[in-house]
């Protein structure tokens, strides 16, 4: 499996945006770029994911850089709620399971 | 159910003793998987079930480890002979489908504390 790289923590202010970056430059032609996000003593939230195209959807917009080496998981208005791990992760089309690295800790300060 | 429910949430146990975890997965869904978290770790894959049969075990540690979903629903990770390292939150996820790209649901998991 394709191995991502990420920040292990950034800090943000309420209200601001966050760009969360994830470097992938081993990524194959088939893996899917997949982001969670895990709240304290919660399990993984599902966020977002994509394979080529920028994807937005209610919770956050994924940025895929046109190499696909890169990606930029991005929170248009931080919350105190969003503070969390985040996690990027590839998936294959040919197998079913992801694999989390240690992820992205984010703070949110009000 | 509206989401995936583990049972128990908390267990302790003492070394060597058998458990069991139960999953409950939300209704429909056909894949299920298994996972554990170590304290400042992300979740390690343990096995992934689609319908009955377990289509990847290939995370499961070792042979003290096993996993059932008879009935293609609730699905039950047993540990034998709990050893102090097994203690860690045990996630179970569920998705409509394999594939990984329908994104997975998580139940907030069962910590087991092995003492």
């Known amino acids: 499996d394709a191995k991502t790289t990420q920040p292990n923590s950034m800090e943000s202010n309420e209200e601001e945006p966050v760009h969360l970056p994830c470097n992938h430059s081993?990524?194959?032609?088939?893996?899917?770029i997949h982001w969670y996000r895990q709240l304290p003593s919660q399990g993984p939230e599902y966020v977002i994911h994509?394979?080529?195209s920028n994807v937005n959807n209610r919770m956050a917009s994924l940025a895929i850089a046109e190499d696909r080496k890169s990606s930029t998981l991005i929170l248009h208005r931080a919350t105190l709620r969003d503070a969390a791990v985040y996690y990027c992760?590839?998936?294959?089309?040919?197998?079913?399971?992801?694999?989390f690295g240690t992820g992205t800790r984010l703070q949110v300060f009000p | 159910g509206a989401g995936v429910s583990q049972t128990p949430s908390n267990k302790v146990t003492e070394k060597g003793k058998y458990v069991e975890l139960r999953c409950d997965p939300i209704?429909?869904?056909?894949?299920l998987y298994w996972y554990r978290q170590s304290l400042g770790q992300g979740p390690e894959f343990l096995i992934y079930?689609?319908?009955?049969?377990?289509?990847?075990d290939s995370g499961l540690p070792n042979d003290r480890f096993f996993a059932v979903r008879p009935e293609g629903s609730v699905s039950t990770l047993k540990i034998q002979r709990t050893e102090r390292g097994d203690s860690a939150v045990y996630l179970c996820?569920?998705?409509?489908?394999?594939?990984?790209?329908?994104?997975?649901?998580f139940g907030s998991g069962t910590r087991l504390t092995v003492v």
């Open positions: 996820a569920s998705s409509p489908a394999g594939g990984g790209w329908d994104g997975y649901t």
């Open positions: 994509g394979l080529t």
């Open positions: 992760i590839l998936s294959s089309l040919n197998t079913d399971k992801l694999i």
């Open positions: 081993t990524i194959s032609g088939t893996d899917y």
């Open positions: 079930f689609q319908g009955t049969g377990a289509a990847d």
């Open positions: 209704s429909g869904h056909t894949a």
